[in-house]
């Protein structure tokens, strides 16, 4: 029983206040987004673990972003609440006593050990934008050009491009003003340049700031919409945080990649949690703001779907989405609570109160957990705020009184995909709570991550000179066009660069593609030009002088390069070796016929199957669920009679019987099936035997009532059966994914260039 709701994709978040039932909602509901409210020490944080935890242990992934420090406690686990598993986190005098205080509070809400092992399998990365504590983040190496799902799309490019230069200008603290002429000039410069497919360094900003490559602003030329005096003192305020000692944590560490950051290679869900507690408020708009914009990139790249996909889960969210102001965040976040829903993606915010929230944003959330506010000025907020979302159960003076009297941990929550409201309390969570990290505690948690995960820094690598080269005074005459690197005395080493342009096209696998490339060959006079050993460059790319440098030596040739005609016979072998050894990598699945996409990677195409296995589970399981559903209603019926029949026989005694325990399986069938109250339907075989003597017609009453308990029992236990059923069919583990590679045609192959670089 205590397995099926995660079987059911239902989140278990705590127990009814009023019937002592589990309070299960389908994770599916949060694909209309969420909104956590409440006062300090209401129980936010552990509502909003327990709530990623239950995501966790769905294979469901999360970007959390974590302005207090607080949400890092997802990292504080315990497979088995071992004693020297706390250690760490409270010290060896009080770990034994923490260990089974925390083992006896997730027992008391009926969760096992076996839960927490399936939770700690989920890796969980702290990553630390601008420190070194945790997980470092590359996020001001490039400016990437965004895909062509955001350039593709006037209006989405717009607010990807706005947002984008309002963050940079808040970094370096200019406030944002659409009509300012620093705005105007960036957004113009940074479509120009990614229109050119430029991947933009910080460097090449402000190199492009002072020399753009454009002479016009809209109408008016350039020098007189933005002088360059004006452009040279914007490129020194950009140059200036560049300049400052601490601004090279913003380029160490790992790329922003949202993929790698919610799935692992082999498409199993991973959580990252953004702790930026120790940024300043520009450092932190302008990091929530560049992440928020590569998560709408990501976003747009993905299908359609109806189940939950991710989570992205925002601690604190006051000053990032408010009603009045226009921060760089407002734009992706409302961006993403109006367009998420469609591809799968649920939306969590936590605040205290929402006047924090944008009125636009409130009309996109569709569930609501309310706990404990202080003031009565709070309260009519929340009120007015939901303006009517409560609905008309309870009085607005109920409503204050009972959210003004909230206990801790207890909250209201009000659904559109509910049929009323609840109160709860939040479960006990798996993780221990020790509250916001310091610093060396996220260092000591990361250490091991940021091991594997961070790039080692190395020295930039030379070609090798050949082994035993014999060297040359005068550059050799060739007839293919030489490059020279190098000055004065400088010993030479020949390197082979080409340019490549593959075309794929296969209309029947939807392919048509071209790749370009850019290589180099280091050369060595005694072997033969080898192209398994190419290496990716851009030296082509490059400006390289023509002439020799003088007195430079020069290393032998292969004995090839002597003969006539020698760069249309390295063309002619590059192009057979292309034609031979070349080919689209791709990917596919027999049954059910399922292929990947050009250019797609094993990872991406592992997690689209997985993802379109998902949504095939989720539509069998809705048409068993439906089956089921009619059963259900069939036997709540039959209780329902049953019980009315012994408030005839014994009113006094019906009252004792119908409202004593209500049985799991009511509980959790009755949230899968439509969020139906279960408080008047229980069992009553504990008090049969006291009954049983005193009326006959009430003992026949109660074994009827026993008896169709037990046959919910069944009903439960055979629904959980196909469910498993169904699981196992669509576990990713039951295909196989094949390799294989598309040739491409040999009319279809260009060599772009090719040309000897003397390095």
């Not at 992205?312 to 000053?319: P, R, T």
């Not at 006047?355 to 959330?365: E, R």
């Not at 398994?532 to 490059?542: G, M, N």
């Amino acid at each position: 029983m205590k397995e099926l709701y995660e079987k059911l994709g239902l989140f278990y978040l705590g127990k009814s206040v009023d019937e002592k039932v589990p309070t299960l909602v389908k994770s599916k509901d949060f694909t209309t987004h969420a909104a956590i409210i409440g006062m300090t020490g209401s129980g936010k944080t552990g509502l909003a673990i327990g709530l990623l935890e239950e995501a966790m242990i769905d294979n469901i992934p999360a970007i959390v972003i974590d302005p207090k420090g607080d949400m890092g406690n997802l990292c504080l686990r315990s497979a088995d609440y071992d004693p020297e598993d706390f250690v760490p986190w409270v010290g060896e005098e009080k770990a034994q006593s923490a260990a089974a205080a925390w083992k006896k509070g997730i027992e008391s809400f009926d969760q096992t050990v076996e839960r927490s092992a399936r939770l700690s399998r989920v890796p969980v990365t702290i990553y630390t934008p601008g420190s070194s504590a945790g997980v470092g983040v590359n996020i001001l190496g490039s400016l990437d050009v965004p895909g062509d799902e955001i350039m593709q799309e006037s209006d989405l490019f717009s607010s990807y491009l706005g947002s984008t230069v309002a963050s940079l200008l808040s970094m370096i603290g200019e406030t944002n003003d659409i009509q300012s002429k620093s705005y105007t000039f960036l957004c113009t410069l940074l479509a120009s340049l990614w229109q050119k497919g430029e991947k933009i360094t910080l460097e090449r900003l402000i190199a492009a700031i002072i020399s753009p490559p454009f002479s016009k602003v809209g109408f008016l030329a350039l020098d007189d919409f933005f002088s360059s005096k004006e452009r040279f003192a914007l490129a020194t305020r950009f140059n200036s945080v560049v300049a400052n000692p601490s601004f090279a944590q913003w380029l160490e560490g790992v790329e922003l990649d949202i993929d790698a950051m919610l799935y692992d290679e082999n498409a199993n869900a991973k959580v990252s949690i953004f702790s930026i507690a120790h940024l300043d408020d520009a450092q932190r708009m302008f990091f929530v703001t560049m992440l928020l914009n590569r998560y709408v990139a990501w976003m747009r790249r993905q299908s359609g779907t109806t189940t939950l996909r991710s989570l992205l889960y925002m601690d604190e969210i006051y000053g990032f989405f408010p009603p009045s102001k226009n921060p760089p965040s407002k734009t992706p976040m409302l961006l993403l609570l109006k367009q998420a829903r469609a591809f799968g993606i649920g939306v969590v915010l936590s605040t205290q109160n929402p006047v924090d929230l944008d009125y636009k944003g409130l009309a996109n959330i569709g569930t609501w957990f309310i706990g404990r506010l202080q003031t009565r000025q709070d309260v009519d907020r929340v009120i007015d705020g939901l303006s009517g979302k409560l609905g008309s159960e309870y009085s607005q003076e109920e409503i204050r009184s009972m959210i003004a009297h909230l206990d801790k941990r207890v909250f209201f929550i009000k659904s559109a995909h509910r049929e009323r409201i609840e109160r709860f309390t939040t479960r006990w969570v798996l993780s221990y709570l020790k509250g916001p990290l310091k610093r060396d505690e996220i260092k000591m948690l990361m250490h091991d991550q940021k091991v594997r995960l961070q790039p080692i820094k190395s020295e930039p690598q030379t070609s090798k000179q050949p082994k035993a080269a014999q060297m040359n005074n005068a550059a050799p005459s060739l007839e293919m066009v030489q490059y020279y690197e190098g000055v004065g005395n400088t010993e030479l080493t020949p390197v082979l660069l080409y340019k490549t342009s593959l075309y794929y096209h296969n209309e029947s696998k939807g392919i048509d593609l071209n790749v370009s490339s850019e290589c180099e060959i280091v050369l060595e006079g005694d072997k033969r030009v080898d192209f398994t050993r190419a290496e990716p460059s851009d030296a082509l790319s490059r400006r390289y002088p023509t002439v020799p440098p003088k007195q430079a030596t020069f290393a032998e040739l292969p004995s090839e390069f002597s003969r006539h005609g020698i760069e249309k016979l390295l063309t002619k072998a590059l192009k057979d070796y292309l034609y031979t050894h070349q080919g689209l990598q791709m990917y596919r699945v027999r049954s059910p016929r399922f292929a990947s996409r050009a250019g797609e990677t094993y990872q991406a195409f592992s997690l689209r199957f997985k993802e379109e296995l998902d949504v095939r589970k989720a539509a069998e399981k809705e048409k068993l669920t439906a089956r089921y559903e009619r059963k259900e209603a069939m036997l709540r019926r039959q209780l329902e009679r049953a019980q009315i029949k012994v408030e005839k026989e014994e009113s006094d005694v019906a009252a004792k019987t119908t409202d004593t325990l209500v049985s799991a399986g009511l509980a959790v069938l009755g949230a899968f099936f439509g969020g139906r109250s279960s408080s008047r339907i229980g069992s009553t075989v504990s008090k049969g035997t006291r009954i049983a003597k005193e009326k006959r017609d009430v003992i026949h009453a109660q074994e009827a009532v026993a008896e169709l308990d037990r046959r919910y029992e069944r009903l439960r236990q055979d629904l959980e059966q196909q469910i498993d059923l169904i699981d196992a069919k669509y576990s990713l583990e039951n295909y196989t994914i094949e390799p294989y590679k598309v040739r491409p045609k040999k009319r279809d192959i260009s060599i772009d260039a090719i040309a000897l670089l003397w390095r």
